[in-house]
């Protein structure tokens, strides 16, 4: 990654240097400039403007000598300090030609002459002293707009001549009773204690040819766009100008007509963007005045070495964020979070005199993240971008691979090894996605750590991993790596100062190394061992055989045919006789779902239900029983009185409980049935409701609200739930049938279903047996004062026309 933003600060260096980024680098300059400018004149500068009004009235242009003379004598009345005449005067336009050579030779009067070759150039008025001339110090850069002031020259064969422009010899004309001495260095001027360094062709964000920075210059600091008091000529002339705006003042001279053109193009924007010349030598004067007399700064620049330091710096800060951030739009706003961050030190690095290079550390910045996040879209194409491994599209890749290097081979097997963590769903509803983040990154490096340099590990799925590699015809060296990294992954992974346990089910698969095989079948048959290994209970390791594939084909098919059974109403519900042992009367039934296929026949509920479960098909099959048994109860309560009190059981699927309207379906059902909610029980199991003890015990409550009554189904063996049993509104315990069939074989049973039947009884529950077969476990159970029993013993589940004939027969049990 340093690499990479090496490589484009190098670019975008070069590029720089070659001036790619001078046009920019230029309009970043003129934007602060902008935000800097302030309304503030220099008290030290008045300046006189010629009009177009003015030229309109005098009715000639250029002005007559006669005119431009009486000019500066009512100027001078006033005794200003110094009077730069911003007008070339090298062609006399008389009358009055001789009384304004006079006044141009006075000694306070400084007058400009243009420097160029040929009909370029314009001289300065006849007979004016060289030390009161000065030249047109304008300097333009590519874009044609103001920035540097050209202020001294040396030219001739030995640099003996020299040159002072119109500025500079404004501000030493003003600074003479002040006996700050004037000198000319190698790379800077000087006035008094003050440098003036000189601008190079790759000051700031200068990169320029040598030719272009010749002489002496410095960068115009545009303090304001009206740097000084204006007054034009006739207000001069007809005496309405106050004599203190002139005395001790620098009085410049000049045209602000736009009819004369003399208007030059600045930073500003707007309305502000030409300036006169007059006012924009006012600026420079002003400027060299500041430094001098104020202590103002003059632009200063990084070297060379510290702006790529500075450029790189900021490729550096742009690959940190495109690598370390995930969210598109974070990455977004943190990169233009980074871009208004650099404008703004850049702007408050101008605002103390210093042009640092911001473009280029913008590009470097913008370049670098998209770089980043074009590699970062190609490595997630191939890589985890959580564990940094091989993804399933390269393992498939790795593993074709190794196939084609091993074709020559006659002997060994390429094993693939499925892994998948368990319980880790449990982990991050637990304990946080961030934990269960990083237990993934503790799996890959243990992992890691324990496998072959020469093995293939990928992450394949949110907490699957596949490991590729070559053994021996022995497949009990494949099973060895299984079993070492089953024994690694049980070791507890250390969270928050907590151990957190976990363990991995293994799934192998083997190929011939001459065989051929496809890298993605080969991957799928070591996952089918993986699922068959969860399925047998977890934490253990399965190799592949044919059989399991036609298992997961079935599986597949099971899947399919449970979809469209639910769509075309292929299942029926039968109803299990619930017994009262005082009475011997019908109590209640629970409502059973039956899949009769037109095709496959009879498929136990045992087949379907777990992959309904699992599929979440359970929803709209559960919304189907619950309407159903619902309606049913209905229709035996309106033919038969004795079936007033009756209960209708219903049992409810984990999936159905954790549905967010669940009690809305419970309510609809009620009301399109017409059901009274005090014959509907809804059976839910032990491990449901410890999943989220806390939810579970408002939603029961809500649940009991509607009148319905509450079962726990298969008391006992779950999760232990004593110490909430109190707290849970339910009605009755159901003691699982596994207790019952039980009881005959041993005193320890009959004193469990004892202490249940006593506990139910203590907490205000009555208690339904399941399961029973025999006439001594209901006469035990009778014994123990369990209220009701379920089982073959009373009847098997019956379709819903003999379940009506146990009305219509008004059938009794022996009590």
Request: net charge negative.
């Amino acid at each position: 990654m340093v690499l990479l933003t090496i490589f484009i600060t190098s670019i975008v260096i070069t590029v720089r240097r070659f001036g790619g980024l001078q046009f920019l680098e230029l309009i970043a300059y003129d934007w602060m400039v902008n935000l800097h400018s302030q309304e503030e004149k220099d008290p030290r500068l008045l300046v006189v403007e010629i009009t177009d009004k003015d030229i309109e009235q005098q009715n000639s242009w250029p002005i007559t000598d006669e005119t431009t003379a009486l000019l500066l004598e009512k100027l001078q009345q006033h005794q200003p300090k110094v009077i730069g005449f911003d007008l070339y005067r090298e062609v006399p336009y008389p009358p009055g030609t001789e009384t304004l050579r006079q006044e141009l030779q006075k000694d306070n009067v400084v007058v400009i002459q243009l420097l160029g070759d040929g009909e370029n150039s314009v001289s300065a008025p006849p007979g004016v002293s060289q030390e009161q001339i000065g030249f047109n110090d304008i300097v333009l850069d590519i874009d044609d707009v103001l920035r540097r002031n050209l202020m001294y020259v040396k030219f001739g064969e030995g640099k003996d001549q020299e040159l002072y422009s119109f500025s500079l010899r404004l501000s030493l004309k003003y600074l003479e009773d002040r006996n700050l001495q004037f000198q000319v260095n190698d790379n800077s001027l000087q006035i008094g204690e003050v440098v003036f360094p000189d601008l190079q062709a790759n000051s700031g964000g200068y990169q320029i040819e040598t030719s272009e920075t010749a002489g002496w210059q410095i960068l115009v600091n545009y303090r304001s766009p009206n740097i000084a008091q204006r007054v034009t000529l006739t207000e001069v002339l007809t005496g309405q100008v106050a004599p203190n705006l002139i005395k001790d003042k620098i009085v410049l001279i000049g045209t602000s007509a736009p009819s004369i053109k003399d208007i030059l193009p600045t930073p500003y924007r707007g309305s502000q963007t030409f300036m006169p010349g007059v006012v924009a030598q006012a600026q420079m004067v002003s400027q060299i005045l500041n430094v001098t007399l104020d202590g103002a700064r003059l632009f200063w620049f990084w070297p060379e070495l510290i702006e790529g330091f500075w450029i790189w710096s900021w490729s550096l800060w742009g690959a940190a964020i495109a690598w370390r951030l995930r969210e598109p739009l974070l990455i977004v706003t943190a990169g233009i979070a980074s871009i208004v961050g650099l404008g703004v030190i850049c702007f408050a690095t101008f605002s103390f005199g210093g042009w640092i290079p911001s473009i280029p550390a913008a590009l470097t910045l913008a370049v670098t993240m998209a770089s980043v996040l074009g590699y970062k879209s190609l490595y997630n194409l191939f890589y985890d971008s959580l564990t940094g491994l091989p993804n399933r599209t390269l393992f498939a890749k790795q593993l074709k691979e190794l196939k084609q290097r091993n074709r020559s081979k006659s002997r060994g097997l390429i094993a693939i090894l499925c892994l998948d963590l368990d319980r880790f769903k449990l982990i991050n509803d637990g304990l946080g996605y961030q934990a269960g983040d990083r237990i993934l990154i503790a799996t890959a490096q243990r992992l890691q750590a324990h496998l072959d340099s020469k093995a293939i590990l990928a992450r394949v799925g949110a907490d699957e991993f596949a490991i590729a590699f070559k053994t021996t015809e022995n497949t009990a060296e494949a099973i060895i790596v299984a079993e070492k990294l089953e024994r690694e992954l049980k070791i507890p992974f250390k969270l928050r100062e907590q151990d957190v346990f976990t363990s991995a089910s293994i799934g192998l698969a083997l190929n011939r190394v001459g065989e051929d095989f496809q890298p993605e079948e080969l991957l799928h048959s070591s996952q089918t061992a993986m699922f068959k290994a969860k399925a047998s209970g977890k934490s253990r390791h399965e190799v592949f055989a044919t059989k399991m594939h036609e298992q997961a084909f079935k599986r597949l098919q099971l899947e399919a045919d449970l979809n469209q059974a639910i769509i075309n109403q292929e299942f029926e519900l039968y109803y299990q006789p619930i017994i009262s042992f005082t009475t011997g009367m019908l109590s209640g039934f629970e409502a059973l779902v039956r899949w009769q296929s037109p095709t496959r026949g009879f498929i136990s509920p045992g087949a379907f239900i777990p992959v309904a479960e699992e599929t979440g098909l359970i929803v709209p099959m559960g919304k189907w029983i619950l309407e159903t048994a619902c309606g049913q109860m209905q229709e035996w309560k309106t033919e038969f009185p004795q079936a007033e009190s009756v209960m209708m059981s219903v049992n409810l699927s984990s999936r159905q409980f954790t549905q967010p309207d669940l009690v809305a379906q419970i309510q609809e059902a009620l009301n399109t049935t017409g059901l009274d909610p005090s014959n509907l029980k809804l059976e839910i199991t032990e491990s449901m409701v410890m999943n989220d003890v806390e939810s579970t015990i408002v939603l029961l409550n809500q649940l009991k609200e509607l009148n319905i009554k509450i079962s726990l189904d298969d008391f006992g063996t779950g999760f232990s739930s004593f110490s909430y049993l109190h707290r849970f509104p339910t009605d009755t315990l159901k003691i699982d049938r596994s207790f019952v069939v039980n009881m005959s074989q041993g005193v320890k049973t009959r004193e469990i279903v004892s202490t249940i039947v006593i506990l139910a009884h203590k907490l205000g529950m009555d208690v339904i047996a399941e399961g029973i077969e025999t006439e001594s476990e209901k006469e035990i159970l009778q014994g123990f004062n369990c209220e009701y029993g379920q089982g073959y013993f009373f009847a098997k589940p019956l379709p819903k026309e003999d379940a009506t004939k146990l009305f219509a027969e008004n059938t009794k049990w022996s009590a």
